[in-house]
């Protein structure tokens, strides 16, 4: 697969994306928007072959595609699972992503492993852990990860540093870069009553490789209270007005549209799509080198 280009979306800047969809299968492939680039979860896709595969080869021949991998557990008590990785990297070097990322949580402890995405106290012993894992990690995948910051539903006791401080020690020390998650920015600045706008202005914005933006919902329960990063749901104004003051701030960065539930149409997505794709464009010539 030497004839394609593992180099960004587009040679004119970063451009937007979408999550590739087994029901949008057909109209990814034949969809000719520029720069258009889709993203997966490459835990659906370790598999020996079978049609999902086929399909993935057939969008990958004329779309980049970036990993999202949610198996890898970087912040577990424990190194990354060497069968995982190996099939991850095998993955990797058949579809070369542009960019691969992961999570900023852990969900296996010894052979358990949970279907969520849990927080930790930032402790620096925490650092030093989820240092050594990122850079187990990269070594044996032999690529850079860009790491997410999570969505936070409650403020755990123990914590030594800040999220953005936690951040960019882990990038300092592994030459990792992170996938910033605004949508997430928002939904735990508002469980934890904190700014996103601080948040996100002390972020390390040269390491900033992609962005995420989805939607949220109130919890049934809580409302307001207590907002559910459910990607079930349009991306807010709110969001929206971040991820343009983000942009305006840092440059532009390939962005993906995040959705999972409640899937609308190909074209829906599309539309959503083309906001973002509207405000990079927006963003002046001399910020975009
Ligand atoms: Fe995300």
Same mark, same amino acid.
């Given at each position: $697969?030497n004839?394609?280009?593992?180099a960004?979306?587009?040679?004119?800047?970063?451009t937007?994306?979408?999550?590739?969809? @087994?029901?949008? /299968?057909?109209?990814?492939l034949?969809?000719?928007? @520029? #720069?258009?680039?889709?993203? +997966?979860?490459?835990?659906? /896709? $370790?598999?020996?072959?079978g049609?999902?595969?086929? %399909?993935?080869?057939?969008?990958?021949?004329?779309?980049?595609?970036?990993?999202?991998?949610?198996g890898?557990?970087?912040? @577990?008590?424990?190194?990354?699972?060497p069968?995982h990785?190996g099939?991850?990297?095998?993955?990797? =070097?058949?579809y070369?992503?542009?960019? $691969?990322?992961?999570?900023? @949580?852990w969900s296996?402890? #010894? !052979?358990? /492993?949970?279907?969520?995405?849990?927080?930790f106290?930032?402790t620096?012993?925490?650092?030093?852990?989820v240092?050594d *894992?990122?850079?187990?990690a990269?070594?044996a995948?032999?690529?850079?990860?860009?790491?997410e910051?999570?969505?936070?539903?409650?403020?755990?006791? #123990?914590h030594?540093?800040?999220?953005?401080?936690?951040?960019?020690?882990?990038?300092?020390?592994? #030459?990792?870069g992170?996938?910033l !998650?605004? *949508?997430?920015?928002? +939904?735990?600045?508002s469980?934890?009553?904190q700014?996103?706008?601080a948040y996100l202005?002390?972020?390390? &914005? !040269?390491?900033i490789?992609?962005?995420h933006?989805?939607g949220?919902?109130?919890? !049934?329960?809580?409302?307001?209270?207590?907002?559910?990063?459910?990607h079930g749901?349009p991306?807010?104004a709110?969001? %929206?007005?971040?991820?343009?003051?983000t $942009?305006a701030?840092?440059?532009p960065?390939p962005?993906?549209?995040?959705? =999972?539930e *409640?899937l609308? =149409?190909?074209?829906?997505l599309? &539309?959503?799509?083309?906001i973002?794709? &509207?405000?990079?464009?927006?963003?002046?010539?001399?910020r975009?080198a």
């Amino acid at each position: $697969m030497n004839d394609r280009s593992t180099a960004g979306p587009s040679p004119h800047g970063p451009t937007a994306g979408l999550g590739l969809k @087994a029901q949008h /299968y057909e109209q990814a492939l034949a969809c000719p928007a @520029a #720069g258009l680039w889709f993203e +997966v979860h490459p835990e659906n /896709y $370790m598999v020996d072959g079978g049609p999902r595969l086929a %399909w993935l080869e057939a969008v990958r021949r004329d779309k980049p595609l970036s990993l999202h991998g949610v198996g890898l557990s970087l912040a @577990a008590d424990q190194p990354p699972d060497p069968d995982h990785l190996g099939r991850l990297k095998a993955l990797a =070097d058949r579809y070369e992503p542009f960019v $691969m990322s992961e999570h900023l @949580a852990w969900s296996a402890r #010894g !052979d358990v /492993y949970h279907p969520d995405l849990l927080p930790f106290p930032r402790t620096r012993r925490l650092l030093d852990q989820v240092c050594d *894992n990122v850079s187990a990690a990269q070594d044996a995948l032999g690529r850079r990860l860009l790491i997410e910051n999570p969505s936070l539903y409650l403020d755990l006791r #123990g914590h030594e540093m800040s999220e953005p401080e936690f951040l960019s020690a882990m990038v300092a020390r592994t #030459g990792c870069g992170l996938l910033l !998650d605004i *949508n997430n920015v928002f +939904v735990s600045a508002s469980n934890l009553k904190q700014s996103a706008v601080a948040y996100l202005d002390a972020l390390p &914005a !040269d390491a900033i490789g992609e962005i995420h933006l989805a939607g949220h919902a109130p919890d !049934d329960r809580w409302g307001e209270d207590l907002l559910i990063d459910t990607h079930g749901a349009p991306v807010s104004a709110a969001v %929206w007005s971040l991820y343009e003051r983000t $942009m305006a701030r840092i440059g532009p960065r390939p962005t993906l549209i995040e959705r =999972d539930e *409640n899937l609308p =149409d190909f074209d829906v997505l599309m &539309a959503e799509r083309g906001i973002a794709d &509207a405000i990079l464009r927006q963003i002046p010539e001399a910020r975009r080198a």
